[in-house]
């Protein structure tokens, strides 16, 4: 006789069986969801700020007017499985190696702060993604500004062509690259090694040619002019050829003033005295200038100015003239110093747009340079290259001026790796001395 039937049993195992196959679709869906409600949130927080009112948030890298391309909701959205998981991850996420660009750290330069009693801060634009230097935020806006007039287009043969001492080549090289375009860089023969070297690297053509002056077609940023013109002009060679024009063209200066200067007053919430920089082509100085004096007034732009460079006297006597330009005085035809990347005997107009902004300026030795360079190193474990040094010699010399409890903000440009041959060639390998006093550093007369 077979065992009795378990009613209640056999029926709850019926109903599980046809549960499970009933709603297996939906379990997935359920785990998702549960998945997407208690994952933690990729944003970042906002910066925090001491002062109510005006003070500006830094930008989302992924969503920067200057540094990528926005992305909406709609275009993270995926389907299926995959789809939930790729959304929910999606806003810690950057859009390729512009993402990388702005939103550079402020850093307190401790042995600089502690010895002149002022809070001296260097904005490290070294750690910018692309070019690894301020001019990624120029050679991104240039190069976007020119797909917004229709002068650029990606993957059509348009090579992007400019005159550079190096830094702002090596960010339009890596740019091009990342954008469909390619690059054509005219520079001096007599820079370091180590930035012609790198642009060939990125895929750059590049023309090392003699320094001449800017009234010659031969001069490197009218041969780079000249190419572009003949690009677009042939019937022959593909796409066209587009002159970046970093000296003059606004997208230049446009770069600072919407990334790097609310990005400065943001991190200080608001509180800063002084802002010192040096001109290559004047967009830093004057971008981050034109927005720090609308919202603080009495700020004061201090230039930071190499030996043998004219705009020292531009802004302190409206002259653009130097002891060294005097017949058979100068070693080369741009500016007789050591320094690159800072320093001009000609006006342009990225300086010339923020020049009333410029309160006063300073000039620092090739001695001085070098020996900030090295204290910076012995000091902070700071490797920066000739320009940021310079920039860090002006700052003490404003510090000793103004005495201490002030904020000073500065740029540490690039790294010394983009030096060795030249400048930190000259400067000399650190030892192991702790005893430097920055008396032996920064001369005491301006």
């Not at 196959?21 to 939906?26: E, N, P, T, Y």
């Not at 001019?135 to 400019?162: C, F, M, W």
């Not at 082509?281 to 100015?305: E, Y």
């Not at 001026?401 to 000073?408: A, L, Q, V």
Request: a neutral charge; glycine letters at 10%.
């Amino acid at each position: 006789m077979p065992p009795p039937l378990h009613l209640p049993t056999t029926l709850a195992f019926l109903a599980g069986i046809l549960l499970t196959l009933g709603f297996k679709d939906l379990y997935p869906d359920l785990e998702r969801r549960f998945r997407r409600r208690w994952r933690p949130s990729a944003t970042l927080p906002a910066p925090s700020t001491s002062r109510a009112g005006d003070v500006v948030d830094l930008q989302d890298r992924t969503r920067s007017s200057i540094g990528g391309n926005e992305s909406s909701k709609d275009d993270a959205q995926g389907n299926g499985e995959g789809g939930e998981e790729f959304r929910s991850r999606g806003d810690g996420i950057g859009n390729g190696i512009e993402s990388t660009i702005g939103n550079t750290p402020l850093i307190r330069i401790r042995s600089l702060s502690e010895a002149t009693g002022c809070e001296i801060l260097g904005k490290a634009e070294f750690l910018n993604g692309a070019g690894q230097s301020p001019k990624d935020r120029v050679a991104l806006n240039v190069i976007n500004t020119a797909e917004e007039q229709g002068l650029l287009r990606p993957n059509s043969g348009d090579v992007i062509y400019e005159g550079t001492v190096g830094s702002t080549g090596i960010s339009l090289a890596t740019l091009c690259r990342a954008k469909g375009y390619m690059a054509h860089i005219c520079m001096p023969s007599d820079q370091s090694t180590e930035k012609s070297s790198l642009l060939l690297r990125l895929g750059a053509t590049v023309e090392r040619v003699a320094p001449a002056p800017i009234v010659d077609p031969a001069h490197f940023v009218n041969r780079a002019r000249s190419l572009a013109a003949a690009h677009t002009a042939s019937p022959i060679i593909t796409g066209r050829g587009f002159f970046a024009d970093q000296f003059e063209t606004p997208a230049n200066w446009i770069a600072h003033f919407a990334g790097t200067g609310p990005e400065i007053y943001a991190q200080c919430s608001g509180h800063l005295d002084a802002f010192v920089a040096g001109a290559g082509t004047g967009g830093t100085i004057t971008g981050v200038a034109k927005f720090l004096k609308s919202k603080l007034p009495k700020v004061r732009i201090v230039l930071a100015d190499p030996e043998g460079s004219g705009l020292y006297n531009r802004v302190k006597y409206g002259v653009m003239f130097d002891l060294k330009e005097r017949e058979g005085t100068r070693r080369r035809q741009q500016v007789d110093t050591i320094v690159e990347g800072i320093g001009l005997n000609r006006v342009t107009a990225n300086f010339e747009e923020g020049r009333e902004m410029v309160d006063d300026a300073y000039k620092v030795s090739d001695a001085e340079a070098m020996q900030m360079a090295r204290w910076l190193v012995e000091k902070d474990g700071i490797f920066i290259g000739s320009s940021s040094a310079v920039n860090c010699v002006a700052a003490v010399k404003l510090a000793r001026e103004i005495g201490p409890s002030h904020r000073i903000v500065t740029i540490l440009c690039d790294s010394g790796t983009r030096h060795l041959s030249k400048f930190w060639a000259k400067a000399g390998e650190i030892g192991g001395e702790m005893d430097m006093k920055l008396e032996d550093v920064v001369e005491r007369k301006a």
